[in-house]
Structure formats: structure tokens, C-alpha cells
């Protein structure tokens, strides 16, 4: 497999605050993997640090094929789902564009490639018949894939999610796995962090448990254990086979999700 992305001793400080220490970690092309820790534990700062918005204070973060002039393009977001986006006065089309329009020079108009680039990432995501639609008149399935839409017009190399199973519905939910396992089929490297621990992170082929740093990684039926969990969460959690999947047992709302 060839590496995509590798940090080897990453460590972020704020100040007095360390949200990541001693992060080493390999991710290979055309992986998908889940981030699952408690809220402060540093998955944020994950993203952000991929994403380029901050840099590492110590250690080194290494994209293969990328400079850091082409990171903008190569690496496409995707945040929490949030209604209040949707009462913005966009169509469809034009929401998908600003994505195109935010990893070139700033002009104040779309040329036509950026209007193409928009209309085939709504196509390749099965909504291009909804390209004239206002977002209001959008559903949460449907107002999602317009996330991902914009995120993928610039043909990015990896897709970074933040925690895109908060605030939809099962169906909602069911279907975005099946988008995310369809891009990486397509070959896209794809990383998303998640509370779910049962319905989202136990469907996933790899999971990294992180609190700062680096608590396991690996499959699910080999991460999702009471020792590990304990470590990550702080909480003390029973683990149950279901019908060949490991199902975290504990009220706390950090394992919400349904098995």
C-alpha cells in the first residue's frame, strides 16, 4: 500500500493546553479510518492540523505527493451537519461552487471550470437534478451530500469528516455510510471522527482511539475492548458480541448510536 499520510511524533500546544502529544500515525491510500475519543480529546485539533489550518509544534506531518502549496486542493472538509447553513439564500448549485471557488484566486465570479467542477461533483453524488433548489428546500440526506459535494469539487486526495452522523436519523445515517464506502471504493483516502461507537465506528475497518495521543488503533473487534475504552473514554464500558460485531454497553451519551 503506498502511505498517504504520516505524523511521527506530532505534538500541538496552545499555550499551557497540549491537545496532541506523541501522535504517530500511518495512514495508508484508500483507507478509511474512524476517530473516536471523549469531546477535548483532541480530534478537532486532528483535522485542523490536516487540513493545514495549524501546524504541529513538534514532530513532522508528511503528505506523499502533496506540497504544501497543493494541500488546499488535496484535502477536502466536510463539517458537522448544521441547519442553520441551510437557511442561507444559496441554490444548490451555487453552495457546491463557493468549494471550488475556495481553493483558487479570489474573484467575483465563478469561471466556467468551477461551474463545471460543482455540477459534476452533484452528479457523481446522485443529486445534479436538484442543482437549482434552494437549500431550505433540501432534506438532511439531501443537504448532506451538498456538503460532500463541496468538499470533493476539487477532486481532493483525502476527505476529512467531522463527526457526520450528529444530528440525522438512522436512514440519514445508513445512507452517508454508503456514500463514504462508495468514495473509498472510488480510491479516496478518507478520515472522520465519531462518537458513534456502535452504529458508525463498528462498521468501520479501522479505528484510532485518541485522548491526546494515540490510545490503539486497528479493527474494530480488536480496539473496542473495557481496557482500551477505559484508557480513551474514562468510563468504565462493557463490550458484547452481535452478531460478529463488538457492541459497547454503558448509558453514557458518548456511545450513542443504535447497534
Given at each position: 500500500m503506498t502511505t498517504a499520510i504520516e505524523l511521527s511524533g506530532v505534538g500541538v500546544r496552545f499555550g499551557p493546553t497540549r491537545p496532541l502529544r506523541s501522535i504517530d500515525l500511518t495512514i495508508d491510500a484508500g483507507e478509511l479510518v474512524g476517530i473516536v475519543?471523549?469531546?477535548?480529546a483532541g480530534k478537532t485539533t486532528?483535522?485542523?492540523?490536516?487540513?493545514?489550518?495549524?501546524?504541529?509544534?513538534?514532530?513532522?506531518?508528511?503528505?506523499?505527493?502533496?506540497?504544501?502549496?497543493?494541500?488546499?486542493?488535496?484535502?477536502g472538509y466536510v463539517p458537522q451537519l448544521e441547519a442553520s447553513e441551510r437557511t442561507f439564500p444559496l441554490t444548490v448549485q451555487g453552495a457546491v461552487e463557493l468549494g471550488a471557488a475556495a481553493t483558487s484566486a479570489p474573484v467575483p465570479w465563478f469561471s466556467r471550470a468551477e461551474r463545471a467542477a460543482a455540477r459534476h461533483a452533484l452528479d457523481r453524488l446522485g443529486i445534479g437534478d436538484l442543482h437549482a433548489r434552494?437549500?431550505?428546500?433540501?432534506?438532511?440526506g439531501?443537504?448532506?451530500?451538498?456538503?460532500?459535494?463541496?468538499?470533493?469539487?476539487?477532486?481532493?486526495?483525502?476527505?476529512?469528516?467531522?463527526e457526520p452522523t450528529s444530528g440525522i436519523d438512522l436512514r440519514t445515517?445508513?445512507?452517508?455510510?454508503?456514500?463514504?464506502?462508495?468514495?473509498?471504493?472510488?480510491?479516496?483516502?478518507?478520515?472522520?471522527?465519531?462518537?458513534?461507537?456502535?452504529?458508525?465506528?463498528?462498521?468501520?475497518?479501522?479505528?484510532?482511539c485518541l485522548n491526546q495521543t494515540v490510545r490503539a488503533d486497528g479493527a474494530p473487534i480488536d480496539v473496542l475492548r473495557?481496557?482500551?475504552?477505559?484508557?480513551?473514554?474514562?468510563?468504565?464500558?462493557?463490550?458484547?458480541?452481535?452478531?460478529?460485531r463488538p457492541v459497547v454497553v454503558d448509558g453514557d451519551a458518548l456511545v450513542g448510536g443504535a447497534p
Amino acid at each position: 500500500m503506498t502511505t498517504a499520510i504520516e505524523l511521527s511524533g506530532v505534538g500541538v500546544r496552545f499555550g499551557p493546553t497540549r491537545p496532541l502529544r506523541s501522535i504517530d500515525l500511518t495512514i495508508d491510500a484508500g483507507e478509511l479510518v474512524g476517530i473516536v475519543g471523549p469531546s477535548g480529546a483532541g480530534k478537532t485539533t486532528l483535522l485542523r492540523l490536516l487540513l493545514g489550518e495549524i501546524a504541529a509544534s513538534e514532530g513532522t506531518v508528511e503528505f506523499t505527493g502533496v506540497t504544501p502549496r497543493r494541500r488546499r486542493r488535496a484535502v477536502g472538509y466536510v463539517p458537522q451537519l448544521e441547519a442553520s447553513e441551510r437557511t442561507f439564500p444559496l441554490t444548490v448549485q451555487g453552495a457546491v461552487e463557493l468549494g471550488a471557488a475556495a481553493t483558487s484566486a479570489p474573484v467575483p465570479w465563478f469561471s466556467r471550470a468551477e461551474r463545471a467542477a460543482a455540477r459534476h461533483a452533484l452528479d457523481r453524488l446522485g443529486i445534479g437534478d436538484l442543482h437549482a433548489r434552494g437549500l431550505h428546500e433540501l432534506s438532511g440526506g439531501q443537504f448532506q451530500r451538498v456538503l460532500f459535494a463541496r468538499a470533493l469539487v476539487s477532486e481532493p486526495q483525502l476527505l476529512l469528516l467531522d463527526e457526520p452522523t450528529s444530528g440525522i436519523d438512522l436512514r440519514t445515517r445508513g445512507e452517508m455510510l454508503g456514500l463514504v464506502d462508495e468514495l473509498r471504493r472510488d480510491g479516496l483516502t478518507i478520515v472522520m471522527t465519531t462518537h458513534d461507537l456502535n452504529w458508525v465506528a463498528s462498521h468501520l475497518p479501522r479505528i484510532v482511539c485518541l485522548n491526546q495521543t494515540v490510545r490503539a488503533d486497528g479493527a474494530p473487534i480488536d480496539v473496542l475492548r473495557p481496557d482500551v475504552l477505559a484508557a480513551t473514554f474514562g468510563a468504565q464500558m462493557e463490550v458484547v458480541m452481535h452478531q460478529g460485531r463488538p457492541v459497547v454497553v454503558d448509558g453514557d451519551a458518548l456511545v450513542g448510536g443504535a447497534p
